[in-house]
């Protein structure tokens, strides 16, 4: 429904939850993964809420209104569990979460995803437009181990 995946997308989330390692997405990002959805540490970086998560469902379904319930209620459990992780192993001071769909609504990857963030007073999140840049990998994975070890 509202689709706009290309025919043939190589969908980076399927390759990643198929153990394909890229630039972008490793096996070493991945922070929980459950029966049916997925936590990585996001490869883009706002610079003053680093380490910000992706959960996915383990199936390809491109939006939210195509997303089937109980894949949305496994993101959601998944969600609850990095957010709850992500307080105490980064000691930030609140967390928030995002979902986009359709190009009108900033999404990028065709592959459903709910971001969270770790948040911080002032940290000014919903008035920044565009990260700056991909974290390096080991940044990245200094994140997922710290959030890693509270999630085991
Ligand atoms: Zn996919």
Redesign the pocket.
């Known amino acids: 429904m509202f689709n706009h995946e290309p025919p043939g997308y190589p969908?980076?989330?399927?390759r990643l939850?198929a153990g394909e390692e890229t630039v972008l997405n490793g096996v070493r990002d991945v922070v929980l993964r459950t029966e049916l959805a997925t936590a990585l540490i996001a490869p883009r970086w706002w610079p003053a809420n680093e380490g910000h998560v992706l959960v996915?469902p383990n199936a390809?379904h491109e939006n939210l209104y195509d997303l089937p319930a109980r894949y949305g209620y496994a993101v959601h459990d998944v969600i609850q569990q990095v957010a709850c992780a992500m307080r105490t192993a980064y000691g930030c001071a609140g967390t928030s979460t995002r979902q986009h769909n359709e190009p009108a609504g900033d999404q990028e990857v065709?592959?459903f995803h709910t971001h969270v963030f770790p948040r911080y007073p002032g940290d000014n999140l919903y008035r920044t437009t565009v990260c700056t840049d991909f974290a390096p990998i080991a940044v990245r994975h200094a994140y997922a181990d710290k959030l890693r070890s509270r999630l085991s």
Do not use: E, K
């Open positions: 969908c980076p989330f399927c939850l996915i390809h065709w592959h």
